[in-house]
């Protein structure tokens, strides 16, 4: 492999590790250039003004170290055209802020578990609903918790081992991670394995190197091994929590503000939950309780997705700081919060059912200052895991909704693009692309929300009080606000990252619009014609229909006729003149009559005809009979009697200061005041006479 090559390898790998030479790199030429000569040979050194508690670098150091970083630096330029620009913000004068005072130093406290621990732990633990279904396998098979082993002894699948992956690193006080290694197992399951990493923590007292910080990555766990990081893990996070958010189909979150909490675990951590889909990947089987497709092969006609997810949490040990809750509605007043540069633990569960994750986040060339910058690495490397996966289900999108290369030649593919077929083929293809692209904007804009949410630039200046609050000035403060500005701008390319993979989505929406209204013209189009050609076919049943209908009335006149002269009762002398005379007479006038109704303006004259008789016989009917209207006419111009019910008449004698039952009289006038006094006579004036009525 020539030198290209390895310096390429190195540059895409350990990025972190060639920025940290370049800051150096400049912090070193521009203090030596500010104090001495180049032309003189290895000067000494005279360091910058330094803050308290600093120490000064010989000049012999600096040359080493100087020496080593110009070398990597000018290799870096000459074979991958890497330009050294380093922001102003985060080069120091300080030649000694990457000493051990910058770093955890408190070590995490030691644990160790065995099988029994673990046999007793699945056994006697109360799991919950979330927990019962990830450890379905172990709680349903009694006899499982009663073998020897509870790990297979062999390279067995049924425990679903061959799927899991683990990286479990122990970071020590130089923030360095190293990968924990077990040696002498051979033969047995990878959950064999993962058990004998994660069952110690700093066990070994007589060891130089003990752990101020661990990170814990499983990748598609296996039930047992999932008892047994709720085994090692639930005194320090609540794995019941963890746990409900793997299995229950949620939108992204994060959870961090948590120092008002009851649970003391939930105040010393903070979770970031993710969830989102993913194309299966080869050999990969999702887990019972995830939701996935049917059919998990992957074709030119299907994409196979399934629901994968993942937590992201951190422990932070040591003593609490007491912080009083603002809100007006709080129940609890006063929480804790906990020192960044207390000794912590990230713990990293992924359950995806596919290889898209990347392998190498941590390695000994980086160096963590404390367990934040660790769980914000961690938790970089899930956003670009997860805009790797959305952009795999894009372009398989893309490849289904795409038509091949040779579209433009082939008129059957455009026929097949253009006309549905019966089985409505592109039109579900297409509603399930133009769905699963919405769904897929959604998943990401919760996770920019959560991310945005959680660090706003109180968190990355610090200032935050209940997450990360770096207390006061010091340079061991400044130096981690500075890491923490360089992974808020990679954070940043991330967010905008998924932001144009958004953009991306909502244009590949906008053609799968356009391909489906397409279809449904072209198909819409190939009806119409469809329904021509079976209104013409109508058309010529309706002539057949009408011809037959002809013959069958030219017959009928005849079948009348026979059938009079065939009845038992007539003559049976043979007068043919008779029936002639009857044939003709019956026959002549219904052939007219169905020649000229056969068209359209034969129908109107006899419509027109017949219209006409009606009305003349109604108009005669109506002559006879005019004595008798007339007199009804009199009967119905008299007056109608009003019909009023009982309560009626009662309310207008009422009314009228009459009593019920009294007798209505019509008359020219009346006497209003009589009817007032409550009398019962009445003037009536009727042609010039009174009379009086009682």
Known sequence: ??????????????????????????????????????????????????????????????????????????????????????DASTVSDDNNEEEEEYFVQT?????????????????????????????AS????????RQTSLFHTGKAAEDRSHYSHYQVYDVGPDGSPLLVETSGLEDVSKATIIWHSIKDLNADASKQRQAVGRITIAREPSPILFGALHLTMHEKFDMDELFKYLVESNASSASVDRAFLEDPRRQRTIVFNFDYYTVCGEDCKPMTWQLADKHLESSDNHLPLARCSSVVALYLAGGPHKVRNSSRRAKIRNGNVYDPWASWQVLNIQCY????????????TKHYVNGPEAFLHTLLAEYRDAQKRFEEIYKGITKLITPPADFLFNDELRDLRLFEDPSFTYTRRYFWAHQTLGT????????????????????????????????????????????????????????NGLRTLI??????????????????????????????????????????????????????PLTFVTSVFGMTNMPTAPHYWMFGITLATICVPSYLLIGSMNRSSGYDFWTVRTKALWRWIRRAKKVDNGDDEEESLEMDSRPASVARSR???????????????????????????????????????????TRSVT
Request: overall charge neutral; glycine content about 6%.
């Open 353 to 364: 059912p596919d290889w898209k994750a990347t392998p190498d986040v941590h390695d000994s």
């Open 1 to 86: 492999m020539s030198v290209e090559e390895l310096v390429r390898q190195l540059d895409a790998q350990k990025q972190a590790y060639f920025d940290t030479f370049s800051r150096l790199h400049e912090a070193f030429v521009q203090s030596l250039t500010a104090s001495t000569d180049p032309a003189t040979a290895s000067p000494p050194v005279v360091s910058p003004p330094q803050p308290s508690g600093s120490v000064t670098i010989a000049s012999h150091g600096i040359q080493a170290r100087l020496q080593r970083s110009t070398s990597l630096a000018e290799v870096q330029r000459k074979h991958s055209g890497f330009s050294a620009t380093v």
């Open 440 to 495: 897929m904007n959604d998943n990401i804009k919760v996770m920019i929300d959560a991310f945005e949410d959680t660090f706003t630039d109180e968190v990355w200046e610090g200032k935050s009080k209940t997450l990360w609050p770096l207390r006061g000035e010091s340079p061991r403060n400044e130096f981690f606000k500075r890491r923490l500005r360089s992974l808020r701008l990679q954070f940043e390319r991330e967010m």
């Open 647 to 689: 309560s009626t008449e009662q309310k207008m004698a009422k009314r009228f200061g009459r009593p019920p039952g009294g007798t209505n009289l019509r008359a020219g006038s009346y006497n209003l005041k009589k009817e007032a006094e409550g009398k019962v006579s009445e003037t009536v004036t009727e042609q010039g006479k």
């Open 138 to 145: 172990l709680i349903t098979d009694h006899g499982r918790l």
């Open 503 to 556: 953009k991306e989505n909502n244009d590949r929406r906008n053609e799968i619009r356009g391909l489906r209204d397409q279809l449904f013209s072209g198909t819409s189009v190939l009806e119409s014609r469809k329904s021509v050609e079976l209104s013409e076919l109508t058309i010529l049943q309706g002539h057949n229909i009408k011809l037959l209908t002809l013959v069958n009335m030219f017959f009928l």
């Open 107 to 135: 070590t995490l406290p030691s644990h160790t578990f065995d099988h029994e621990d673990l046999r007793k732990h699945l056994k006697t633990y109360e799991w919950d609903q979330y927990g019962q279904q990830i450890l």
